[in-house]
């Protein structure tokens, strides 16, 4: 997606570890035009797959998974990185999920109430990096016994493990933009999946 | 608002502690046509106030505040309650927030880069109980020489401090689901404050 390749372009910051710093609009502050045009564009990628749930997790999945939801007209769940106190022991499917960028391990969690086994769900994520948080959605969804349609991703970074395991597990993804490097502090790209030309 | 207001009735879950579960449609799973109208409606209320940005804080606050920026066509900021890697010492501001719900004190920061003295600032949360997270929102924009134009909020806990503490602050609050009691495990209603008839 142009729109974003130049945005990233333009206010993108490398740091090292491959660290791309984008908080000035897509995860601290949000510009909400761009946010919508990407929303359209994954809408528009996964609009004939018979959606019926949108699944992302907090905190930064939730803006792009909202608007999509919205488009969609089907509601948007975001798993969770604790245990809120209304959801009682048993009631909850769970998976851990290794975070690279924080060396953290997280628990994260669905209510059962809320992923079916007729669910077709498609996951909303802002980054897909190492793709340990695509994966934690995916064995969630699994757990309801509820199909994995495919995943929209805001930013790829193609050099890190995550695309090939999420395609090796033969999952349809679709990134609006793909960074094959980002050495030397540089913003390289390969060809985005998405479909329109903005 | 009455949209709301019979979601919360129908839906709505009543635990002891005076908590109020409405991961159905507002903090877990989303209702996106409900969550949409909710942010018109806020929208509605503060569109004549020149807002520049709307402020937030994670995780729960993101769905409605990406929307009525979305609206008022400003970005969206949501406060963080960890400090992000690509975050240096002293370019941030930063305020304690107290959480009853899970007893724990969290700072939340926002990025000195995204609040400025200029910026008329709308904050936006999904409930309004004890206020200690909209004061600490209130405490940010102050810190940055920013003015807060209003607290819009979906459900108020009327029966709890908040709503004093923003009054006695002269601060504009637009809740559009005002609860003033939750005894017995019956919800009650305040008459909200939004204009629309929904």
Same mark, same amino acid.
């Given at each position: 997606?142009?729109? !974003?390749? @130049? ?5 993108? *910051?490398?740091?090292?570890?491959n660290? #791309? %710093?984008?908080? =000035? $609009? ?44 919205? !488009?969609? @007209?089907?509601?948007?769940l975001?798993? *969770? ?5 209304? #959801? %009682?022991?048993? =009631? $909850? ?14 628990n ?45 991703? #805001?930013?790829?970074? =193609? $050099? ?31 060809k ?7």
């Open positions: 997606m142009k729109l !974003l390749e @130049n945005m990233v372009k333009q206010d993108g *910051k490398v740091y090292p570890n660290v #791309l %710093k984008v908080d =000035s $609009f897509i995860n601290h502050q949000i510009d909400p035009k761009l946010m919508m045009e990407m929303a359209k564009s994954l809408y528009e990628y996964f609009k004939d797959k018979n959606i019926t749930k949108v699944l992302t997790i907090e905190s930064s999945g939730i803006a792009p998974a909202i608007l999509v939801a919205n !488009l969609f @007209n089907v509601p948007m975001f798993a *969770k990185k604790s245990v809120p106190s209304t #959801l %009682k022991r048993n =009631s $909850f499917y769970e998976t851990k999920v290794h975070s690279y960028t924080k060396n953290v391990t997280n994260i969690i669905v209510s059962k109430d809320f992923l079916h086994s007729k669910d077709n769900v498609l996951i909303i994520d802002d980054f897909l990096a190492n793709g340990r948080a695509a994966m934690g959605l995916v064995d969630l969804i699994e757990k309801a016994g509820a199909s994995v349609v495919g995943v929209g991703i #805001l930013i790829e970074k =193609s $050099f890190q493990e995550g695309r090939k395991l999420l395609d090796k597990n033969n999952i349809d993804v679709c990134s609006l933009c793909r960074i094959s490097s980002l050495e030397n502090g540089k913003v390289e790209f390969n985005a999946d998405d479909i329109l030309k903005k």
